[in-house]
């Protein structure tokens, strides 16, 4: 089943990363932890000296509404591999704001998030509900509070797993028209369970410093 896209839309600096662990097992997607070369002490400096300056990219890529940004690119040509990491400090490059992996770049994070989970599986992780906004509009299907469940602490190294949910291609016009547009929707909401969303996609981050 293929997702409904609803505008891949992650602006940097609200994805509130990351070194791509070895698969666990042959099924299983890799897990992004916020440590070594893509922890909070990062720079792009940091990841030619890691990752090797053919690996490693500054380019412009789409923003949030449109806009065009700067991003230095882990593996640019690889779209399983692909991250796209934020500064702080454009200019030095240095100060980790938010990694954005590609969309082919199905990786989890450490706490369980990973794309193509339901709203039940994320809410289990979480311990409860949580609060996400609804779909077709640039910001639709983020999610906006954790309700002080699991899911909001920091994972180890200090990052916050950003996630957005979509709707599945089969979704009828009428129960999506009933989550759509700049309104937010708990977890529980029965026109939300109806939809049955998944999640699209993930993303990391650190708060200012």
Request: hydrophobic share 45%; charged share 20%.
């Amino acid at each position: 089943m293929s997702p409904r896209r609803t505008g891949r839309v992650l602006a940097p600096l609200a994805l509130l990363l990351v070194l791509a662990a070895p698969v666990r097992a042959e099924t299983a997607a890799p897990v992004l932890s916020c440590t070594g070369p893509l922890g909070p002490d990062a720079s792009h400096a940091g990841l030619v000296a890691a990752y090797g300056a053919a690996n490693v990219a500054w380019r412009e890529v789409d923003g949030a509404e449109g806009e065009k940004i700067h991003a230095s690119i882990v593996f640019p040509d690889d779209p399983k591999r692909r991250l796209e990491l934020f500064w702080f400090d454009e200019k030095k490059r240095t100060g980790l704001a938010s990694i954005r992996p590609a969309r082919d770049n199905r990786v989890a994070a450490q706490n369980g998030l990973a794309p193509g989970l339901t709203l039940a599986q994320v809410e289990k992780l979480n311990g409860g509900p949580f609060s996400l906004s609804g779909f077709q509009w640039d910001y639709g299907g983020f999610v906006g509070d954790w309700q002080g469940g699991a899911l909001s602490k920091p994972a180890a190294g200090g990052c916050l797993v950003t996630v957005r949910f979509t709707l599945p291609e089969t979704t009828p016009d009428a129960v999506a028209s009933a989550v759509a547009g700049d309104r937010t929707f708990s977890s529980t909401d029965p026109k939300m369970r109806a939809a049955k969303p998944i999640v699209d996609e993930i993303a990391f981050g650190y708060p200012a410093r």
